[in-house]
């Protein structure tokens, strides 16, 4: 891989390929592949990895909101999309841009509904969420019956899917619960099916499901963390790669004297001679200010440099006593090596919050091998 220049976040679409395949091999014949890239791609470049996943013939794309979906359709990307969060006022766009929404409610089924006979709509898709424990968004299972109610009053709209979602597939201490959920998600949309007297698809298992209830897998599953390198689990990822790698570089290197402080309110004083590092990267690009203060850590030539004071908004400061080192070397933050998980332990958070926190302003660099 190319050395860093400045601050840049590495996408290994090689990295997501093999995770993708790596999943792929779990899943039984005939099951569905959904392919999740919210948050720009958990922090990545959603346009990039949905091209990827496109080729690599995932049946189904995933967004959060109606905006994200919209920018892959802009970019040319032809795959199925699930809106899972939509929002009533984006339904024209929805439509216009031939997505699917993810429809959670009877007041939303009623308003989509309205939507799309007022728009002379015919068997447009959609997506049952049905809530069987996470609590956050989705039909109550006892709303059964006046989801297939409204649905058999109109031909405007036709159900594609019916899906959940699990709170806790990664915390095997919480298997009943996990198993509670996804007993209810069959018995409910069983019922559903009946009353619609056709079969939509079925899908409930996260990146942690599909790797720790194979029997769950139903039409389809979808996965999102794991696509990008981490099974929440440790073993599981010794087979998964991380497609994102944030490196930096040395802008400036400081011999500090003892009792002589660094950054903003004194937030580090010498207690030694210290050499310092200083990098451009800062809490704008995505390093949270619960770092800096001897919290967290960058590498540079194989040695962990702490990160001390506060974090800037644009830089941050190493210490690199003890390190050879020049200004212009690279820096990495997290990769393939020194993961975003361990990057994430050190201020008690998970890798999900880090890679997606990555700032836009941060360069992209696409890494993919040709053969």
Known sequence: ??????TTLEIDLNALTQNFKYLKSKLKPGVKFMGVVKAFAYGSDSRVIAKKLEQLSADYLAVAYASEGILLRDEGIQAPILVLHPQTVNFDKIVARCLEPSIYSPLML????AFAEANQLKDYPIHIKINTGMNRIGFAPNEVQAIADLMGSTTAVKVKSIFSHLAASE??????????QLALFQESSERLIKLLCYQ?????????????????QFDM???????????NDAIENQHLKPVATLKSIVSQIHHIKKGESVGYNFGFVATNDTKTATLPLGHADGINRSYGKGKGFVTIHG????MIGNICMDMLMVDISGIDCEEGDEVVVFGQKNTADEFAETINSISYEIITA???????IVIEDKF
């Open 1 to 6: 891989m190319p050395k860093a220049t400045e």
């Open 110 to 113: 009623q308003r989509f509904i």
């Open 171 to 180: 915390d095997m201490g919480n298997k009943a619960f996990t198993e509670k």
């Open 200 to 216: 939509p698809l079925r899908h409930s298992l996260n990146t942690s499901g599909i790797l720790n209830y194979p029997n769950a």
């Open 221 to 231: 599953v979808r996965s999102g963390i794991g696509l990008y390198g981490f099974g």
């Open 303 to 306: 040695k962990r440099a702490p």
């Open 358 to 364: 990555i700032s836009q302003r941060v360069k992209r």
